[in-house]
């Protein structure tokens, strides 16, 4: 074929072809040559709770004092007002902690009582055991009130700085729950309710902690 021929045929076959056709063929878009479509968005970290509010410094530094520590400092923490206390303050505090502690076993057992009259207390001996149980019951609701008033005159001796007035009346409400054990081990073995079994050790301990704050006012006063 002639060569003006071929040059022709080539002019023809670019006229016919769509221009689509030919920019396909230029390659891709410039507009793809940022690596196409849009950046995932991190979603932002889950917040963390913050933890909670460390005990105040005199707290650990007095409770380090005391025979019961991990005690000491959570009753203290649990009171507000132990973020700004001084240690009388903190004394305050921790026979306040005991006396809730023997009211409370007071009602419990003063509960106990009714319910053994009524025939209503599982464990209660029977042929006439009940109404010894009954009586012990209501014999240890008042021990432990007599517990909840000597530390509401302990705190008002604390109030007074007559810190040795205020460890008398913390060391007798430690006692008074154990009248109530040794009366229930003399006349009915085995009956002594594990509710206040368990309370009469929180009380002994609260009113340890008591105590040995109390000794810390006690020898700062003397120094």
């Known amino acids: 074929m002639a060569p003006s021929a071929m040059v022709l045929i080539v002019l023809l076959v670019l006229v016919v072809l769509p221009s689509s056709t030919l920019c396909s063929r230029a390659g891709p878009s410039s507009k793809h040559g940022h690596g196409g479509g849009h950046a995932k968005r991190v979603p932002p970290p889950a ?5 909670p509010p ?3 410094a005199l707290v650990r530094a007095t409770c380090n004092s005391t025979s019961y520590y991990d005690l000491c400092v959570a009753e203290l923490s649990a009171d507000p007002s132990s973020a700004t206390a001084d240690v009388r303050g903190l004394s305050s505090i921790a026979v306040s902690a005991a006396a809730a502690n023997a009211s409370g076993a007071a009602q419990a057992a003063a509960a106990l009582a009714n ?6 207390t599982a464990g209660v001996a029977g042929d006439g055991g ?3 149980v009954q009586r012990l019951l209501a014999t240890c609701a008042a021990k432990y009130g007599d517990a909840r008033d000597a530390l509401a005159a302990a705190k008002g001796s604390i109030a007074q ?5 205020a460890s008398v009346h913390v060391s007798a409400a430690a006692e008074y729950p154990q009248v109530c054990r040794a009366l229930f081990a003399r006349q009915s ?3 002594y309710p594990p509710e206040l079994a368990a309370t009469e050790v929180a009380l002994r301990q ?11 006012l006690s ?3 003397n120094n």
């Open 115 to 120: 319910a053994t009259d009524a025939g209503t």
């Open 47 to 51: 917040s963390v709770p913050p933890p």
């Open 161 to 165: 700085q007559d810190y040795d007035m």
């Open 130 to 132: 009940g109404a010894v």
């Open 219 to 221: 020898s700062s006063d």
């Open 189 to 191: 073995p085995g009956d």
């Open 54 to 56: 460390a005990p105040a």
């Open 206 to 216: 609260l009113c340890s902690v008591a105590l040995d704050i109390i000794a810390l």
